[in-house]
C-alpha cells in the first residue's frame, strides 16, 4: 500500500537554483494538495488540484508551480529557488472535500 | 477569519495521566472534523474523523473526541498518556477547503 508518495525526501539548493518535488499517488484520489510546514506555524496550502488538468492557488503560491496532467501525479515546482522557501513540503490527496486527507512523508528542502 | 482554532501551542502530562487537546472551529454548519498526529519527520496521521454521525468518535490509539455544536469545539482526549504519544496534533476541518490548526505539540514526562 504505497499511499502518498514523495521525492526526494532531502534536498539542499542553492539561491537561484531549480526543482521539482515530485508527488504521486495511487488511491485514484481526485483532489491533490501541496502544503509547506515551517516550524511552529502549522500547514500552509501552496496549491491545490480538484482533478487532471485543474489547478488553483492556495494561500502561499508565490514562487511555487503546479501541473496535473494524470490523476496519480502533482509535481511541484520551484524556479528561482529563495532562502525563504526552506521548508518542509508535503502532499496530499483526498477522494472527496469532506474525507480525510492522506499525507505523504515530506520532501525537507533546505536552500543556501 | 480563523476556521480553527488550537487553544493550546504546548501540552506537558505525566505519562498514564489524562490527555486534553483543545480545538475550536468556526463554521455556519456542521463540517467534518479531523484530528491527525504528526510525529518527527513524519507525514501527517488520520488519528479519527467525525462527519455527523455519532459525536463521541474513537480513533486509534486510544483517542477520542467529542464534537460539541453549542460549543463549537472538538477536543481530543485520551485517558492515559503514553509516552509513544509524544507528537504534534493538529485540528482540521473541511470547507470549500481544508483547514488546519497550528499544531499543538504534546510532550510526555516519564
Known amino acids: 500500500n504505497a499511499g502518498v508518495t514523495q521525492t526526494p525526501k532531502f534536498r539542499i539548493l542553492k539561491i537561484g537554483q531549480s526543482m521539482t518535488l515530485q508527488c504521486t499517488q495511487d488511491?485514484?484520489?481526485?483532489?491533490m494538495y501541496w502544503y509547506r510546514q515551517d516550524p511552529g506555524m502549522g500547514l500552509k496550502l501552496i496549491y491545490y488540484?480538484?482533478?487532471?488538468?485543474?489547478?488553483d492557488k492556495g494561500e502561499v503560491p508565490n514562487g511555487y508551480n503546479v501541473s496535473r496532467s494524470t490523476t496519480e501525479d502533482f509535481p511541484l515546482r520551484l524556479e528561482l529557488a529563495a532562502p525563504s522557501q526552506t521548508s518542509v513540503y508535503f502532499c496530499?490527496?483526498?477522494?472527496?472535500?469532506?474525507?480525510?486527507?492522506?499525507f505523504g512523508d515530506g520532501t525537507r528542502l533546505s536552500i543556501l | 477569519a480563523q476556521s480553527v482554532t488550537q487553544l493550546d501551542s504546548h501540552v506537558s502530562v505525566s505519562e498514564g495521566t489524562p490527555v486534553l487537546l483543545r480545538c475550536n472551529y468556526s463554521?455556519?454548519?456542521?463540517?467534518?472534523l479531523f484530528w491527525y498526529v504528526q510525529h518527527p519527520n513524519k507525514g501527517l496521521q488520520l488519528l479519527l474523523k467525525?462527519?455527523?454521525?455519532?459525536?463521541l468518535v474513537k480513533g486509534i490509539n486510544g483517542f477520542e473526541a467529542e464534537f460539541k455544536k453549542s460549543e463549537t469545539s472538538f477536543h481530543l482526549t485520551k485517558p492515559s498518556a503514553h509516552m509513544s504519544d509524544a507528537a504534534e496534533y493538529f485540528c482540521?476541518?473541511?470547507?470549500?477547503?481544508?483547514?488546519f490548526g497550528t499544531g499543538t505539540s504534546l510532550t510526555v514526562i516519564p
Open positions: 488540484s480538484v482533478g487532471a488538468g485543474i489547478t
Open positions: 496530499a490527496s483526498t477522494p472527496a472535500l469532506y474525507q480525510p486527507q492522506h
Open positions: 463554521s455556519s454548519y456542521s463540517p467534518s
Open positions: 467525525y462527519t455527523s454521525a455519532a459525536t
Open positions: 488511491m485514484n484520489h481526485n483532489y
Open positions: 482540521a476541518r473541511t470547507g470549500n477547503q481544508f483547514y
